[in-house]
């Protein structure tokens, strides 16, 4: 089925909104209120557009396409409508935006850069609300800001079911508050600020860090859990500082997280920023390591396909017996996005038939000499008496000789998640200063 | 001049009592329903032409047949939120004549094969939904409503909150559900009511207790009175600067002048007609020239400009200021205003605080343009009409009384 829009047609499903079908093929309709995964709610009014045959301008996020749609988005008359209504979002909001968090990818700047431009009118005082209200779980409200879309009430109600957010007062009064007593408090809570077009939710951990304009974003997996959510890692790397991860932000993917992440994958980034001391790699000296008599390896589930596929290589060349254990935390999940099994790559450790079995693997560490571990945390903060210790690995260990390795904010890579699907994640673009491990097991060679 | 159908039994005193309603021919119109197959029951309906008294005027025999269209479980529910300013006559239905009421909710829970309905009362009307409930709780003892009637209907009472919105029907039933009052998407074709899922009816207590007359005298009693196109009566309430201001029943179709005179005793204190707002707040004003060739039937106030609304009329005197009463209705639609949409939210606010300039004579033509133009965007683009009543409100007034406002500028 084809519709026309602004005299183009597009080629869409019956049944489908008109507003997915805009948003998918790169038509610019500027909204607020709709969330492609919460659905609509018709608020905003933002998203009018012109249809063929309609006295009045209709909102996208309510209109089915149907044969023969003929839509305009861009006539003289629709960017009047559009106008008028961005005039009054804009109403009563402070206008704060050198000081706003939000400021670089504020839906209310970019829309007025784009259909406002227009002069004030308002020569009445503006309604006062409550400012830097915490709402509980590192979220923070600005009440002026908000234009009440109700995206985040819509999420706690619909999606997490816990309800905290709602609307109290009426009219121009009408803001987002929490019930006295009953923060917001449950483990997707900082979706919200996500979710919020504007300024009025602010996360407190990222709240005044960095300008958004400074940073750059890189597609990425999260490596929390086995779900795999697709992120974005927004850093950046100043004149005289090393590169810093400022946010993990959710990266759309209907197949497996939605526009969402839990707070626990939210807040990971800060292990990505850690600093550790590291032995002085010499390739040599490995080497003499090696020439130990039984030797066994233990590589983390959470690396890449590449990685795993490189140590398996390495470790066959060099007889090293090699296994892989999950990290199973039973309290970590959930029926939702956060599953037990805390390992990002199990599925690819067993598609490469790592030796995954915990007996096996205690009665060759019981007979082994030298131990290579391939950044697991099992062994980051565990000292098996009389071994030598070997460590690959991305954070600090409290036992044996460390090299420091990149970590997954550095490295392009494949990994499996929990139902099988096969992910890629990419690098940040900035120089790495630690090694990347494929690299130094290449030299080895 | 009064045609009292509905009104029939509200000078008689404890007519709200089972006792004396019997007497006074309360369910009698019941016999006769039973006798009708359900679908018999809209079709007289549909032929009397009966129309949705609540303001909007929409033929109420067509919304009849779309919840009864549907299978399974269905509602009944009777809007009592009635808050619109200068209307008053629900709650002489409600407090005069409860049974009326109570009879017509029966034969529509038939027509439409529900069990099961609501009232949803205003907040504020206390006194009025305990009489109420008494009257329920006495056909409930008679074996009129409950399991052991010969058609089974529960009602329930709901008291609303005080919020002014509650009265549009879907916002009522979002209410009625436990949410807060924010009127839903219009659906793109005709559809019932939803309540918890299940089709509703969402009818007026006027329209509802119209409905025992027409089962009892068929529809051709009905359409009798009134116009071609708005059939039979209509409780008009009259208010503001009259003699007898009070809620008289009438044929659609009556002068509007004559009923303002002969009703409501003609203007107060003999002074000079300024303006009519004829049907509840939200209908654009009619200046005292229009007033004269005004009749209360829907096409004719619609043809002038304005609408019937409600049918309850607030006459303005000679010495009322345009400009306060006008700050009077937007201030009460900026207190009323849910939220919901954008332009309703910002835009009720805005006028009523840009009209509080005009009252301080401070304001400016720039002033009168922000007027013109939140009006003209407060229009058409929300998900209910509340917005496009108060916008018509604006430009009711600008258009007949403008120069007044201009009078206020500096």
């Known amino acids: ?90 109403l009563n909001h402070p206008v704060d935006c050198p000081i706003c968090d939000q400021a670089g990818e ?70 987002i508050a929490v019930a006295p007593n009953h923060p917001l408090n449950n483990s997707y809570a900082m979706n919200v600020v996500e979710l ?44 005289y500082t090393d590169e810093k991860v400022y946010r993990f932000r959710a990266r759309r993917n209907k197949e497996i997280n939605l526009s969402f992440l839990c707070d626990f994958g939210r807040l990971s980034y800060k292990e990505l920023n850690e600093k550790f001391t590291s032995s002085t790699w010499h390739v040599e000296t490995f080497k003499e390591y090696l020439k130990i008599e039984k030797k066994v390896a233990l590589a983390s589930p959470s690396l890449s396909l590449q990685q795993l596929q490189a140590i398996k290589e390495f470790c066959e060349k060099n007889s090293i017996a090699l296994y892989s254990l999950p990290y199973v935390d039973e309290s970590f999940g959930d029926d939702w996005l956060k599953i037990n099994d805390r390992s990002a790559n199990f599925a690819g450790v067993k598609e490469l038939l790592i030796s995954t079995c915990q007996n096996d693997f205690e009665n060759s560490l019981k007979d082994a000499n030298l131990i290579i571990n391939f950044d697991h945390n099992l062994l980051k903060s565990h000292m098996p008496e009389n071994k030598q210790l070997l460590h690959f690995s991305t954070s600090k260990c409290d036992y044996g000789t460390v090299y420091a390795i990149a970590n997954f904010a550095h490295e392009n890579g494949t990994l499996i998640n929990c ?21 130094l097991l290449e030299e080895l060679k | 001049m009064q045609t009292k159908i509905v009104s029939k039994n509200f000078e008689i005193p404890h007519a709200n009592s089972l006792e004396v309603a019997l007497k006074n021919g309360r369910y009698t119109s019941l016999e006769k329903l039973f006798t009708y197959q359900p679908q018999e029951v809209i079709d007289i309906i549909k032929t009397s032409n009966l129309r949705g008294k609540g303001g909007g005027g929409a033929p109420a025999g067509a919304k009849w047949q779309l919840a009864s269209d549907f299978e399974g479980k269905k509602y009944l529910v009777v809007n009592a939120d009635e808050s619109e300013p200068g209307t008053f006559k629900d709650r002489q239905i409600i407090s005069k004549d409860p049974h009326l009421l109570i009879e017509g909710i029966i034969c529509t829970c038939y027509a439409i094969g529900a069990n099961s309905s609501y009232i949803y009362v205003r907040g504020e009307y206390e006194e009025f939904s305990d009489i109420l409930q008494i009257a329920i709780d006495e056909a409930y003892a008679k074996n009129i409503l409950g399991d052991e009637a010969k058609y089974p209907v529960e009602i329930t009472i709901h008291r609303g909150a005080g919020a002014y919105i509650c009265g549009e029907k879907s916002a009522l039933l979002e209410s009625l559900e436990g949410n807060r009052g924010h009127p839903r998407l219009k659906p793109k074709s005709p559809e019932p009511e939803f309540y918890f899922g299940e089709p509703t009816l969402v009818n007026n207590v006027e329209t509802i207790a119209s409905v025992p007359f027409i089962i009892e005298n068929g529809a051709e009693a009905y359409t009798a009175y009134g116009t071609d196109c708005s059939s039979g009566t209509l409780l008009f309430a009259i208010s ?45 004003i009619l200046p005292a020239h229009l007033v004269m060739e005004a009749k209360l039937d829907y096409e004719n106030l619609k043809s002038l400009g304005s609408a019937l609304g409600t049918g309850g009329m607030i006459v303005l005197d000679e010495d009322v200021s345009m400009v306060k009463a006008l700050k009077n209705l937007l201030r009460f639609y900026h207190h009323e205003s ?52 108060a916008s018509g409100v604006i430009d009711g007034f600008l258009k007949h009384f403008e120069s007044e406002f201009l009078e206020c500028i500096v």
């Open chain 1, 1 to 90: 089925m084809k519709i026309l829009v602004d005299n183009t047609p597009i080629e869409c499903q019956e049944g489908e909104l008109l507003i997915d079908v805009l948003i998918n093929n790169g038509v610019e309709i500027p909204h607020f209120c709709y969330q492609q995964d919460l659905g609509m709610d018709g608020n905003c009014r933002m998203c009018m557009v012109e249809i063929k045959g309609q006295k009045r301008p209709q909102i996208a996020c309510d209109t089915f396409v149907c044969e023969n749609l003929e839509v305009s988005t861009k006539s003289e008359k629709i960017n009047e409508v559009k106008r008028s209504i961005l005039e009054l979002e804009l």
């Open chain 2, 338 to 389: 849910c939220g919901q949409c954008t332009p309703c939210r910002e835009g009720t606010s805005w006028v009523d605080k840009t009209l509080d300039k005009f009252i301080n004579k401070t304001a400016t033509l720039q002033d009168l343009e922000v007027l013109k133009s939140v009006s003209k965007s407060m229009n058409g683009q929300t998900i209910c009409v509340f917005a496009p009543a």
């Open chain 1, 196 to 239: 919020c077009p504007v300024g009025a939710l602010t996360s407190k951990d990222f709240r005044f860090q960095q300008r958004v304009w400074f940073l750059d974003s890189a597609k990425s997996i999260c490596h929390g859990c086995s779900r795999g959510c697709n992120i974005f890692i927004d850093y950046n790397e100043t004149k």
């Open chain 1, 106 to 175: 504020c839906k209310l700047q970019d829309y007025y850069m784009d259909y406002g431009l227009y002069e004030s009118h308002l020569c009445t005082p503006k309604t006062k609300k409550g400012k830097h209200i915490d709402l509980g779980s590192n979220v923070m409200l600005d009440q002026e800001r908000c234009v009440l879309c109700m995206r985040c009430v819509r999420f706690t109600s619909n999606i997490t079911k816990t309800g905290e957010l709602g609307v109290i007062g009426r009219g121009d009064k009408a803001k």
């Open chain 2, 240 to 284: 503001g600067h009259v003699e007898k201001a009070g809620v008289y029943e009438a044929e659609f179709g009556v002068g509007m002048w004559d009923y303002i005179q002969k009703l409501g005793g003609g203007v107060k204190n003999g002074k000079k007609l300024k303006a009519v707002i004829p049907g509840g707040a939200s209908t654009p």
């Open chain 1, 419 to 439: 139902d099988g699907i096969r992910q890629e994640y990419y690098a940040t673009k900035y120089r790495c200063e630690t090694p990347r491990l494929v690299e």
